[in-house]
């Protein structure tokens, strides 16, 4: 059991890492063709993936070996403090640097598409990694 242990964590490891692949890739092209800006909806699936991402990666950071309740609210009340604090940076920001008005839809609604990223990464987890006998 403990090599598919090693082997089953590389896997998670591989599948984390390409997903920050995948949102670097998105944010340089979004950055470099101004998507931000002209596609109003773009920064939903990015906080979708970033929220994914971070879940995976408290998954594997705690070592999770099944889904219950106690799990997912860590998992979740850890993603909320990471995500409030990442907003308050983007708020400190625009006040600051950009003198931009603070937005609370946008902030709302990049804290909902977190959440739902990370809830999927909990139907993720359960169904890839716990249902094919992939834990860590």
Same mark, same amino acid.
């Given at each position: ?50 929220? +994914?991402? !971070?879940?995976?990666? #408290? %998954? &594997? ?8 309740? @106690? =799990?997912?609210?860590?998992?979740i ?6 995500a ?27 804290i909902? +598409?977190? !959440?739902?990223?990370? #809830? %999927? &990464? ?8 716990? @249902? =094919?006998?992939?834990?860590?």
């Amino acid at each position: 059991m403990q090599i598919s242990n090693e082997i089953n964590k590389k896997k998670l490891s591989i599948r984390i890492v390409l997903i920050i692949f995948i949102i670097f890739l998105l944010n340089t092209l979004a950055m470099k063709f101004h998507w931000y800006f002209t596609v109003w909806w773009f920064d939903m699936p990015m906080h979708l993936l970033g929220g +994914f991402w !971070i879940g995976l990666l #408290l %998954f &594997s950071i705690f070592r999770v070996k099944n889904i219950n309740s @106690k =799990n997912i609210t860590k998992v979740i009340l850890l993603f909320l403090v990471i995500a409030f604090g990442w907003e308050l940076f983007e708020v400190s920001v625009d006040k600051i640097i950009t003198k931009n008005i603070f937005n609370i839809l946008d902030t709302s609604s990049d804290i909902f +598409f977190g !959440i739902s990223g990370v #809830l %999927f &990464s909990v139907l993720y987890f359960n169904k890839r990694i716990i @249902k =094919n006998h992939n834990i860590l």
